[in-house]
């Protein structure tokens, strides 16, 4: 199973931006979709945004469209989770997921490989 580990998270003001990466081992990252949850204190944990394989197709969660961009870098085996336009409802425990094959991690169910989390969190 590919390993992988969180960074960037902190603390922002409402309206801010941050940028979390994801870095996963193994050479056969390119192998995996991957995707970004995210889990607010006495909440469950819910999908934010998805990737696949190749980068070439993205889904999001209705409360992040337009605000919030995935992307990766297959050469440096990282998945990045730029945030834009914060707001404190978007304080939470952000974790990457992964799951060898096509299907896209649009729920926690699919996925096979979890990170650790960074905490954002959005003071108003």
């Known amino acids: 199973q590919v390993q992988l580990v969180e960074s960037g998270g902190g603390l922002v003001q409402a309206g801010g931006s941050l940028r979390l990466a994801c870095a996963a081992s193994g050479r056969t990252f390119s192998s995996y979709s991957m995707g970004w949850f995210r889990q607010a204190p006495g909440k469950e944990r819910e999908f934010v945004a998805a990737?696949?394989?190749?980068?070439?197709?993205?889904v999001y969660a209705d409360s992040v469209k337009g605000r919030f961009t995935i992307s990766s870098d297959n050469a440096k085996n990282t998945v990045y989770l730029q945030m834009s336009n914060l707001k404190p409802e978007d304080t939470a425990v952000y974790y990457c997921?992964?799951?060898?094959?096509?299907?896209?991690?649009?729920?926690?169910?699919?996925?096979?490989?979890w990170g650790q989390g960074t905490q954002v969190t959005v003071s108003s």
């Open positions: 997921g992964a799951r060898r094959g096509l299907v896209m991690v649009t729920h926690t169910s699919l996925i096979t490989s």
């Open positions: 990737i696949s394989r190749s980068g070439s197709s993205t």
